[in-house]
C-alpha cells in the first residue's frame, strides 16, 4: 500500500478525509488499521506511522467508528488500553462483544486514577453487557472508585438514551 494515505493521516488538515476514506472501506479498512497498530506502517524513514502521533489517535478513532467490523482488532486495541489509552477503551465499546482478556483489561481500568481512562472502560464494559461479569463484580467489591465509575457511567449512559436528540 502507498504510504498516501498514512501520510494523510500526519496531517489536521487532512486527516479527517483520510479517516473517512478508511471508515469507506468498513470492512477492507481493518489491515491498514493493523498496520497502524501494530507499527507495521512506516515513512519512508522507517518510523513506524503510531510513533508520530495523529495517525494512532485516527486508528483507534476509526476502529470505535467501524463498529462490530474492527473486531479483529480487539487484541491490538487492548495493547493500547494496557498503554493507559482512554480512546483504545472507547473504541472497545463499539465492537459489540468482548474477549475475556479484553473485559479483564477494561475492569483492571476500573480503579484508574485517570478518570477519562476508568470512565471509557466503564462505558465499553457497559455497553457489551459485560457489568455483570465476574471480573467487574470482582473489581467493583474491591474498589469503592471502580464502584463509582461503573455507577456514574451507568447513569450517565442511561440519561443518554432517554435524553431527545
Known amino acids: ?24 472501506r468498513g470492512a477492507a479498512a481493518v489491515p491498514v488499521l493493523v498496520s497502524i497498530l501494530d507499527g507495521t506502517a512506516k515513512n519512508s524513514f522507517g518510523v513506524a506511522y503510531r510513533d508520530l502521533g495523529l495517525p494512532l489517535r485516527c486508528a483507534i478513532e476509526a476502529a ?4 462490530p467490523q474492527a473486531k479483529p482488532l480487539e487484541g491490538l486495541l487492548v495493547q493500547e488500553l494496557l498503554r493507559g489509552s482512554s480512546p483504545a477503551a472507547n473504541a472497545l465499546g463499539y465492537l459489540g462483544g468482548l474477549e475475556q482478556s479484553s473485559v479483564d483489561a477494561l475492569a483492571a481500568c476500573l480503579d484508574s486514577r485517570d478518570s477519562d481512562l476508568a470512565m471509557e472502560s ?20 474491591q474498589s469503592a472508585r471502580a464502584a463509582k465509575n461503573i455507577a456514574l457511567m451507568q447513569r450517565h449512559l442511561q440519561h443518554e438514551q ?4
Open 122 to 141: 466503564a462505558a465499553a464494559l457497559i455497553r457489551c453487557n459485560e457489568v455483570d461479569h465476574a471480573a467487574v463484580v470482582r473489581a467493583t467489591a
Open 1 to 24: 500500500m502507498s504510504n498516501a494515505l498514512f501520510e494523510r493521516l500526519l496531517s489536521t488538515e487532512t486527516m479527517i478525509d483520510a479517516e473517512r476514506e478508511l471508515l469507506a
Open 64 to 67: 470505535s467508528r467501524l463498529g
Open 162 to 165: 432517554i435524553a431527545p436528540r
